[in-house]
């Protein structure tokens, strides 16, 4: 749900909101100093944004996007334990440096926009009028190995639909990681109404494809010299898989 959608917001309350949105998670009283307004006044909005559950409050007292990402899941594979979870803002550097690994291990094009992305915004969640995102992460011993983020449109013609992408750290990819934190994007996704996700890469990835297609994907269209890299044409390799 966007709160854009669900009340009137006046000037004030949506400039709280897109500045705690576009930060990912910030103390109060900065920003009260973004918005510039009576601090009475402030209060109250922020007051109103968490009774109707559009931000919450941190153990160390920062305001942040409340979306419900589900609980930490804990997993034992060939003898290395690791978790799934919701990201938090306090993951963004590693999680950053995982996007950026695999996107120079590989022709990871979509690897490389996350990265773009991450570096642009300092937030990870994002629930506002044109979109949902959100990312997942996998961790050993608290370090991210790996990330799956889940974006859902607002456009009414899309909003049934989820992008999804997901990678994992090349030492880690033989420890089911990736599969969990697949299903764990699927899951959230299908529970926020979504009835199929989809992900494009390029052939070049023939290791995305055949692991989305291992994970029941399926090839639905090619588009002939989408991409070019290093040069040279490279066909788009267009991937979905149903979730009812």
Same mark, same amino acid.
């Given at each position: 749900m966007?709160? $854009? ?7 004030d ?11 990912g ?16 006044? $402030?209060?109250h909005h ?12 941190t153990?160390?007292g920062?305001?942040?996007?409340r979306l419900d ?7 034992e ?18 999680l ?25 915004e ?9 979109e949902?995102?959100? $990312? $997942?992460v ?9 990330w799956?983020?889940v ?18 750290l ?10 969990h ?5 699927m ?11 989809y ?6 990835n ?5 692991f989305?297609q ?11 010299g989408h ?14 898989v149903?979730?009812?």
């Amino acid at each position: 749900m966007s709160p $854009f959608e669900s009340f009137d917001f006046d000037d004030d309350r949506m400039g709280i909101y897109r500045y705690v949105e576009r930060h990912g998670s910030v103390q109060p009283s900065e920003a009260a100093d973004h918005v510039a307004i009576d601090p009475e006044a $402030f209060r109250h909005h922020v007051s109103m944004l968490k009774r109707d559950g559009y931000l919450e409050e941190t153990e160390d007292g920062n305001l942040r996007v409340r979306l419900d990402c589900g609980e930490t899941e804990e997993h034992e594979t060939a003898g290395l334990a690791y978790e799934i979870r919701p990201a938090c803002q306090a993951d963004a550097t590693g999680l950053l440096g995982v996007v950026r690994a695999v996107a120079d291990r590989q022709v990871h094009l979509v690897a490389e926009s996350v990265a773009e992305q991450l570096e642009y915004e300092d937030a990870l969640l994002r629930n506002n009028a044109g979109e949902t995102r959100v $990312f $997942f992460v996998a961790t050993v011993e608290d370090e991210v190995v790996g990330w799956c983020q889940v974006e859902i449109p607002r456009l009414a013609k899309l909003s049934h639909t989820a992008e999804l992408t997901v990678g994992v750290l090349v030492e880690y990819r033989r420890y089911s990681i990736g599969s969990h934190l697949l299903q764990r994007g699927m899951e959230w996704a299908r529970a926020n109404g979504c009835r199929r996700v989809y992900n494009s890469v390029p052939e070049t990835n023939d290791l995305a494809v055949s692991f989305l297609q291992e994970n029941g994907w399926r090839i639905e269209a090619v588009r002939d010299g989408h991409f070019e890299i290093d040069g040279d044409p490279v066909d788009e390799i267009m991937l979905a898989v149903d979730l009812d």
